[in-house]
């Protein structure tokens, strides 16, 4: 698997930020589609807890998708990454599958349903913005070898970021149609499973401690997975 991978030397930051652009290109559009909805819904509205839930989701959705464009931008030069197409076509599968929500007709969840969903993308997205904060500028959306963290909520489980955006993807399940939302929350996280095996690789194979730390650690719930 080794000759599936290739180091890249220090001065290639340029091109590492033209890679990461389409996805900084996507974040912006998605924190100003946010701001917009969020200024269009607070204008000349009375104030109702209904409001307050949805603004705070929005709210947050935008801080996370900036807070991935900062670390995009300022992230480190990989130390290695995978030379092939397939490990990158799962990521963007994995990461990406939920857009396929917007296909579907929106659903009218009970109160209960709607108040959990709400939950679980608030929950869901402070995870991911404090996941992400910790992991720093070792961010990377394709499996590649930055940093090796194993501190703070990596303590418990090898991939807290992909856990805390598959709380998200099942929070916004509730509010399509059923049974193909499922279907879709199912398949992101089925391609989940790939995707971390591929990154766990890429790091095995750069930093030879990482293999005693996945041994002790969980890769998603402590355990049990």
Not at 62 to 69: C, D, H, L, N, S
């Amino acid at each position: 698997m080794a000759g599936d991978m290739g180091r890249l030397p220090r001065n290639e930051r340029l091109c590492d930020l033209a890679a990461a652009s389409p996805l900084i290109l996507y974040f912006l559009f998605v924190s100003a589609g946010l701001a917009l909805q969020i200024q269009s819904q607070i204008k000349g509205a009375t104030f109702s807890d209904e409001l307050v839930l949805s603004v705070t989701i929005k709210a947050a959705g935008a801080i996370f998708a900036v807070t991935q464009i900062v670390f995009l931008v300022i992230r480190r030069i990989p130390a290695a990454r995978f030379s092939a197409w397939w490990p990158r076509i799962i990521a963007v599968i994995g990461g990406n599958a939920p857009l396929l929500f917007l296909m579907l007709p929106a659903a009218a969840p009970h109160a209960g349903v709607s108040l959990a969903s709400a939950a679980l993308l608030i929950l869901g997205t402070l995870a991911s913005i404090f996941v992400l904060c910790w992991l720093g500028r070792s961010f990377s959306v394709t499996p590649q070898a930055r940093a090796l963290v194993v501190s703070g909520p990596y303590r418990f489980i090898r991939h807290p970021l992909y856990l805390s955006e598959q709380i998200i993807i099942l929070g916004a399940m509730f509010q399509y149609r059923q049974p193909w939302a499922f279907v879709i929350f199912a398949a992101s996280m089925t391609a989940q499973v790939p995707r971390m095996h591929y990154e766990e690789l890429i790091l095995t194979q750069t930093f030879p401690r990482y293999r005693a730390y996945a041994g002790r650690t969980a890769r998603l719930v402590p355990g049990i997975y």
